[in-house]
């Protein structure tokens, strides 16, 4: 098979035996550091999209993505709630009322987040729809007074299904000669769901109409609703539209849980950025080992050239022969990360280590997410930076003159 003269004779250097063994060593060490950085850097960054889409998952989808109250100013609220219902970054658009409130049960007092919905149009894919422990969430009929809470305020308010719980509400207090009197009511547990947060601790739902008597919301009130996202981070370009802009005001998660993801974020961008310096100590050994090879190779450089090699030519061989190392280090760290990834778990417990069981108390495994264009953006860029490294070296044998290296052959 033919191969052009700079990649034949670059390979050739690549398996010749080297007088200097200090050369072979950087060398390899060059390949296993490259190996070792992106398969650190694939893992890593799996584990943390993984984090990063599990919270998306288990807070986002419980929380409203977005609550809109139509403007004062707004002659069809019905049209501009078609176009809302309509935009395609929208999966679903419900009629809500969200109130701080407090729950009380015979033995505990604690806060909570009252939301108000309507079953019949409450999605059915929703997140809490779908992790009921029991009960469900069209057993909030009007008029009942029933409410769904989450498993960690059944365990801390010591409730079960059945139980009448005590619901306060200061927004609906009313000032009476003893002073201002919140409005409360008793509530029966009809169900309990598990989403594995914070949010089963603070958030209950009841029926859109119960909610209302209980903060004795006005009948004038523009009636607030709550916006499925298909992508709760497009919640931003979502209230950008111009109809949104001038028929609604919003309140979207970015308000609450805004911090914890930009850190979540923040923190991947920082573990990437020192996991990625790993990878750069290795291509600073290719540079190294690049440059003892070029002076070990001077005679042969100068030979070449003397029988009309010419200088591209040498350029390519020495890029070739360093860039083999980073191609090989790439190649050989994205498989072996995106094979540790894979078995992670399995690997953790294998060596009888499980971080997260521990941290949670519970059997919970690791998630782990592949994000196909970051894992190829790593294997591409430390192959981008390998043949950096080689320039200099290359370089520095293009210029190699045949009369002085050849002087004391």
């Known amino acids: 098979m033919y ?25 390899l060490f060059s390949t296993a550091g490259i190996t070792i950085g992106v398969l650190a850097l694939i893992t890593v960054l799996s584990v943390m999209n993984g984090f990063e889409q599990d ?32 935009d395609p970054l929208v999966a679903a658009v419900t009629p809500f ?8 049960s015979k033995s505990q007092i604690q806060g909570a987040q009252l939301q108000g919905i309507d079953p019949s149009s409450y999605p059915q894919w929703d997140v809490i729809r779908q992790n009921m422990i029991i009960g469900d969430i069209s057993l909030l009929k009007p008029g009942k007074y029933n409410i769904i809470i989450g498993r960690s305020m059944a365990t801390s ?19 009476t000669p003893m002073g201002r009197v919140p409005s409360q009511r008793k509530f029966t547990v009809v169900g309990i769901y598990t989403v594995g947060s914070d949010v089963e601790a603070t958030q209950v739902l009841v029926n859109i109409i119960d909610a209302g008597k209980l903060v004795r919301l006005s009948a004038s009130a ?59 100590v290795a291509v600073f050994n290719i540079l190294s080992s690049l440059v003892m090879l070029v002076t070990e190779k ?10 009309g090699m010419n200088r591209p030519t040498i350029v390519q061989i020495f890029v070739i022969q360093g860039a083999w190392t980073g191609v090989l280090g790439a190649i050989a760290g994205g498989l072996l990360g995106i094979l540790l990834a894979a078995n992670l778990n399995e690997f953790m417990s294998l060596i009888g280590l499980n971080l997260l069981a521990q941290a949670s108390g519970g059997a919970r495994l690791l998630p782990v997410l592949f994000d196909w264009s970051q894992i190829a953006a790593i294997i591409f860029g430390a192959i981008a930076l390998s043949l950096l490294a080689t320039l200099y070296p290359a370089f520095r044998a293009a210029n190699v ?4 290296a050849l002087r004391y052959e």
Do not use: C
């Open 222 to 280: 523009p009636m607030q609703h709550r916006v499925f996202v298909n992508d709760p981070f497009s919640v931003n370009e979502l209230a950008s539209r111009e109809y949104f802009i001038n028929s609604f005001d919003s309140l979207d998660w970015q308000t609450a849980r805004g911090e914890l993801f930009q850190a979540v974020r923040m923190e991947k961008n920082m573990i990437g950025l020192l996991l990625f310096l790993i990878i750069t």
């Open 157 to 175: 308010l010591n409730a079960k299904l059945g139980d009448k719980i005590r619901l306060i509400s200061t927004k609906g207090s009313v000032f």
């Open 55 to 86: 919270l998306k998952n288990r807070i986002l989808g419980a929380v409203p993505h977005v609550i809109v109250t139509p403007k004062a100013d707004v002659n069809d609220v019905d049209t501009s709630l078609l176009a809302l219902t309509n």
């Open 3 to 27: 191969y052009p003269l700079s990649l034949f004779i670059g390979l050739r250097y690549t398996r010749s035996k080297r007088n200097n063994r200090f050369v072979s060593f950087i060398t």
């Open 298 to 307: 001077e005679t042969d450089v100068a030979i070449m050239k003397t029988l």
């Open 97 to 104: 009322l969200q109130a701080d409130a407090m729950v009380q």
């Open 401 to 404: 003159k045949p009369a002085e």
